[in-house]
């Protein structure tokens, strides 16, 4: 069973970036689908964004096209989501995910413990 610890975020002001980590502990991440969720307060959580096992699909919540970029490293296990632009609504609590299967889509079986992103107006 693999360990997801996420690290990264923090206090941005509006139009300013962030990259978030996503570390493995226990298992290697090169055999998992992977995704970052997010939740605001009082709402449910979603999807943001996902990479799929062979790298090749990588979709993304309409309203982060174009700002975030989700990548990873295998040979050090991280996930990564680079965000830029960032807006007051991407206000929340990110969590990483992970799953076997090839689809980057939900839902995922691993997540990890979440960080916290705020971005002032």
């Known amino acids: 069973q693999v360990q997801l610890v996420e690290s990264g975020g923090g206090l941005v002001p509006a139009g300013g970036s962030l990259r978030l980590s996503c570390a493995a502990q226990?298992?290697?991440?090169?055999?998992?689908?992977l995704g970052w969720f997010r939740q605001a307060p009082g709402k449910e959580r979603e999807f943001v964004a996902g990479?799929?096992?062979?790298?090749?699909?990588?979709p993304y919540l309409d309203s982060v096209k174009g700002r975030f970029t989700i990548f990873r490293d295998n040979a050090k296990s991280t996930l990564y989501l680079q965000m830029n632009s960032l807006k007051p609504e991407d206000t929340a609590v990110y969590y990483c995910?992970?799953?076997?299967?090839?689809?980057?889509?939900?839902?995922?079986?691993?997540w990890g413990q979440g960080t916290q992103v705020t971005v002032s107006s």
């Open positions: 995910a992970a799953k076997r299967l090839l689809v980057a889509l939900p839902p995922f079986d691993y």
């Open positions: 226990g298992r290697t991440l090169s055999t998992y689908s």
């Open positions: 990479i799929s096992r062979s790298d090749n699909i990588t």
